[in-house]
């Protein structure tokens, strides 16, 4: 709004991206409602009082301003340009596809768990057939079970494949690409050779050892500190079990340096020791020098065929995408840096940079490295021009590393990591250099000052005692302002009482109950409590302890598609569609017909024993005046077959939100795939993990989410139970090898203890060190999500000896509160809420159930005179058919799409395509009738429209043109123009609500070309 010459149209000239879909909309809604709020309220907001000093302009002139700029968007809400970083770059990869070796025609796989477990199963059905790849199994199955791990083979495979989804893992690939299976076999006996002569020296030397002992009739008891004396290290060389750090204990140094290998004064022991030392000093030797080699190849011989596992399922996943067509966003960010790294005015953003000027990043914390090179040569280009950029984040909130995020980048600016030394990059790092300007925000609006200040003491602690230097950045300045009014208000409770494991459960559940009474009592609301979890499992416990209780909750869980009785009814019809032999889904049906009241006791009975006598389902459900044609499901498209059964079982009286919301799944299949049930629940199998209702912000229950979904809300009152988890967690990852004895470059290694000794202690060291800063960073999202309480319950079982955040917590809350009661810490007091702090939510639009017009005068033909002739069925089939074609075509260019389209699901038969074609033919070229099918003709078909009382409509096809708008409507059998304008006015209806006038209104009757306007 700077400029005033400019208010039309500088606002498309600003690029800003987040990171996720939900950020996006509700960016987009705060830049209008505040430009709302500027321009319509007579009292000027926080905001515009900012802008108004910012800008120099008097309140009248901005609210102008703000007015035009606001009118502008809304008219032009396309070149609003606020989105997600993969919207951003998926429209970059789509204009150049070809020059970014992409296939043609690729199809976006956004779900790169379910493929991969589509791949997985490709895998096992492999299995007895290639001898390989069962080996392979078969090790990597016992070598995981050798470590106690789970039993799931697939599981764990499904798991392991995810390393195939970090952005670093196509360079490693590559790697291993060119090694033939033959030659990585050859490797794994390598090592395994080593590992034996390893062994095999240290038994030898210790067996001389140890026969000496035995040749003077010695015990334990002759050597001084009896069992673990020094001799003790001959027993651990030969049992394999020694370590680097025997090599140098106190007592085995203490033998070899002033020859204190007796208790006491042994004549038996002083005359080996000389031979002792030797010995010893032999097996030192060999230890130092060869113990972490010997510790590699042991790693790399038993990791070895989960390498090639990962190897293999790498290539059938490559197949199949090039079957498939696939490419996943993932993907998108390497293609384009792999184009222009070196280049240093890349082509592919020369659009892009004629367009947008600025450049908002939000949430930068989440950015992964290519996506920030990736994004780079834009801002660089703005900034030569002398254009202003934004990059807003906080290292604070950084939880999403096992996605790629990498915060490190964001603490380095205006640094830039350089890890493939581009002189472009360097450039570019210079130019941001020239143009950096750092700004903290200090002051924290959400919070009360009680949990302000506990959260700045706390995570001051952390950052001195936890963090490591180089992840101390991150935290730099991180004490944040509170409102004066608020100084003494919120209050904080940390609860650290180590229970028995088994009475974790019920005493975290009854504190959480405990916090939700006094929270009531004080004037909140169901709906201003939150409860984040860290895992999913424990946020189940707990929804399911409250609703026993009475209290409405709101999980994630809770709201998922797949757990909802009408849902599941409705996918067991699907499922007897497919299979009607599936008595087990037909029974569901009838089930569900008795629990909603359709049905008494008796009759469920009844139905159940016709269903085991294989009496047809549909011919059960007639019986109860449920009319379904089985017919007609097997013609109909899958989302018409849902309509169907959902009105016929009245599944969207009792559930219409759920109902509704898949729907929208069905619809959204029917778009990427096609209309095939089999094929649904194939895709189904995974989407239904995800797939929930939405809900609207104001609802009055309890909310229980995990910590990474509530990054970015706030909540008046917060619980953060079972917040003892693991500090660390052994992780697969990949590694580059550095050791000349091996040729092999990269492996996949657990980092645990043991890669730390077998020459990984860097790669541990740092994983190490980003899971304190990780860790750190899940407590800071937690307990900054609260407004007024916060309630941490950090309890442990008395056996847990693992080392927690629970122990930070407790440690802090020693030193800087007093217990209330046993482990009990509080700051602050519990007083009534705080109205000052409600937070503005849209009014909530309740949606009415679905009326659904399934347009069943067009799917059958009603004729009455059909009926009556041997040809009826025929006609019946022959009009849907058409009509199912009809529904495909624009213009006539189409009609050979559509009919191979129809042949290919076997909606109809090679014989019929002439005379179909022949069919649609007259239509589109008829004098009347070849206006509306031009290409560049505006036209919707069967688009559905929802009127105002919830009815969906279907009309068959609607011309737009600037002065007249065309309803046209296919009918076959015998004319019945009075029922069918009766329709047609309907259409009519809806349309002029929406603000279409002059409509015209066609029917034509395919069976004899007769076509009747309504007038």
Not at 81 to 107: C, E, Q, R
Not at 358 to 386: A, C, K, M, R
Not at 616 to 626: A, E, K, M, Q, R
Not at 897 to 924: C, D, P, Y
Request: charged letters at 25%; proline letters at 2%.
């Amino acid at each position: 709004m700077h400029d005033e010459k400019k208010l039309n149209y500088n606002y498309r000239r600003i690029l800003a991206i987040t990171f996720t879909n939900k950020a996006a909309a509700e960016m987009k809604s705060r830049v209008i409602s505040a430009l709302h709020q500027i321009s319509g309220n007579d009292e000027m907001p926080f905001l515009g009082h900012l802008l108004c000093k910012e800008l120099n302009l008097p309140p009248e002139q901005l609210k102008d301003r703000a007015q035009i700029v606001l009118s502008s968007i809304l008219h032009h809400y396309s070149d609003f340009a606020i989105g997600t970083i993969d919207s951003f770059t998926h429209k970059i990869v789509k204009t150049f596809a070809h020059d970014l070796k992409l296939p043609v025609n690729f199809n976006i796989e956004l779900d790169t768990r379910g493929f991969y477990d589509k791949v997985i199963a490709l895998l096992f059905s492999q299995v007895g057939e290639d001898e390989y790849v069962s080996k392979l199994l078969k090790d990597f199955v016992l070598g995981k079970a050798e470590s106690n791990s789970s039993w799931d083979p697939e599981k764990q495979i499904q798991e392991f494949s995810a390393l195939l989804q970090k952005e670093n893992s196509e360079a490693y690939i590559q790697k291993l690409k060119h090694f033939e299976t033959s030659e990585l076999e050859s490797f794994r006996k390598q090592f395994q050779e080593f590992t034996k002569h390893y062994q095999n020296t240290l038994k030898a030397l210790a067996e001389k050892a140890l026969q000496l002992i035995r040749s003077k009739h010695l015990s334990d008891e002759d050597f001084r500190y009896k069992k673990t004396g020094p001799q003790s290290f001959f027993k651990k060389c030969f049992n394999n079990t020694v370590l680097p750090e025997d090599t140098h204990g106190s007592r085995l140094m203490d033998a070899l340096e002033q020859n204190k290998w007796a208790g006491s004064s042994n004549a038996a022991i002083d005359s080996i020791s000389g031979e002792l030392n030797r010995i010893a000093r032999e097996l030192i030797d060999f230890i130092n020098e060869n113990y972490q080699y010997y510790s590699l190849c042991n790693l790399l011989a038993n990791q070895m065929y989960s390498l090639m596992l990962l190897k293999k399922i790498e290539e059938i996943s490559f197949e199949q995408k090039n079957e498939e067509r696939l490419v996943f966003i993932s993907e998108f960010n390497q293609r384009i840096f792999d184009i222009i790294n070196n280049e240093p005015t890349p082509f592919i953003y020369e659009r892009l940079g004629e367009r947008y000027q600025h450049y908002l990043l939000d949430e930068f914390q989440d950015t992964s490295s290519l996506q920030w090179q990736n994004i780079l040569p834009l801002v660089d280009n703005s900034l030569s021009n002398g254009w202003f950029n934004l990059i807003v984040g906080d290292g604070k909130q950084s939880i999403y590393r096992w996605r790629n995020a990498n915060v490190k980048q964001f603490a380095l600016l205006p640094e830039i990591e350089n890890n493939s030394h581009s002189n472009s990059i360097a450039e570019r790092e210079l130019s941001l250099n020239r143009n950096f300007e750092e700004k903290f925000l200090d002051t924290n609006f959400r919070s009360l000052g009680n949990i302000v200040s506990f959260n700045n003491a706390l995570f001051a602690h952390l950052t001195k005692t936890v963090l490591l230097e180089e992840n101390q950045k991150i935290y730099f300045r991180q004490e944040q302002k509170w409102q004066k009014e608020l100084s003494d208000l919120g209050y904080v409770s940390i609860d650290t009482l180590k229970i028995k494991r088994e009475e974790m459960d019920d005493y975290t559940c009854s504190q959480i109950k405990s916090h939700i009474e006094q929270a009531l009592n004080d004037g909140f609301s169901y709906g201003d409590i939150c409860i984040l979890a860290r895992k999913n499992y424990h946020g189940n416990i707990i929804a399911a302890f409250l609703m026993e209780q009475g209290i409405p909750v709101v999980s994630s869980d809770s709201l998922l598609l797949r757990n909802n009785l009408e849902v599941n009814t409705l996918l067991c019809f699907l499922n007897y569609l497919v299979n009607n032999q599936d008595i087990i889904s037909a029974a569901a049906v009838i089930n569900y017909v008795y629990v909603s009241g359709g049905i008494n006791g008796e009759q469920l009975h009844k139905a159940l024993e016709n269903l085991s006598r294989r009496v047809n389902l549909f011919d059960v459900l007639s019986g109860f005046g449920i009319e379904l044609n089985a017919q007609d499901l097997s013609l109909n498209n899958l989302l018409d077959n849902c309509i169907a059964i959902s009105t016929a079982l009245q599944l969207n009286k009792n559930a219409f939100h759920y109902i509704r919301f898949f729907l929208d799944e069905v619809n959204e299949f029917l778009v990427l795939k096609n209309s095939n049930i089999s094929s649904f629940f194939d895709w189904w199998h995974s989407r239904s993990q995800k797939a929930s209702m939405i809900i609207p912000e104001g609802t009055k229950a309890v909310k229980i989410m995990t910590i990474h979904a509530s990054k970015g809300l706030e909540f008046p009152v917060v619980i953060v139970p079972y917040c003892n988890w693991g500090i660390y967690k052994a992780n697969d990852s990949w590694v580059n090898i550095e050791n000349d004895k091996v040729q092999l470059p990269v492996t996949v290694v657990n980092l645990s203890k043991k890669a730390g000794e077998s020459g990984f202690d860097k790669e541990l060291l740092a994983e190490q060190n980003d899971q304190l800063l990780d860790n750190a960073n899940l407590l800071y999202v937690a307990f900054t999500r609260a407004v007024e309480r916060l309630h941490i319950l950090a309890g442990q079982s008395e056996s847990n000896k693992q080392k927690g955040v629970n122990t930070w917590l407790e440690d802090f809350a020693k030193a800087n509160y007093k217990q209330v009661r046993d482990n009990f810490y509080e700051l602050g007091n519990h007083l009534n809420k705080t109205e000052t702090r409600e937070k503005a939510t849209l009014s909530v639009f309740e949606i009415n159930p679905l009326l659904f017009d399934t347009n069943k005068n067009v799917v059958k033909i009603k004729a009455a005179y059909l009926h009556n002739h041997s040809e009826s069925e025929q006609a019946k089939q022959e009009g849907i058919k058409l009509h199912w074609l009809l529904s495909k075509i624009k213009s006539p260019k189409d009609i050979d799409s559509a009919i191979g389209s129809a042949l290919l699901e076997g909606l109809i038969g090679a014989t019929e395509k002439s005379s179909l074609t022949t069919k649609l033919l007259n239509i589109i070229e008829h004098p009347q009738l070849a206006h509306f099918f031009k290409p560049q003709s505006e036209c919707r078909i069967e688009s559905e429209i929802m009127t105002a009382t919830g009815e969906l409509l279907r009309p068959d096809r609607i011309l737009f043109e600037e002065n007249a708008t065309t309803l046209i409507d296919y009918k076959t059998g015998q004319r019945n123009d009075a029922n069918y304008f009766k329709q047609l006015i309907r259409y009519e209806d809806a349309l002029i609500a929406m603000g279409y006038k002059n409509i015209k209104k066609l029917l034509l009757y395919v069976d004899d070309m007769a076509i009747v306007e309504l007038k």
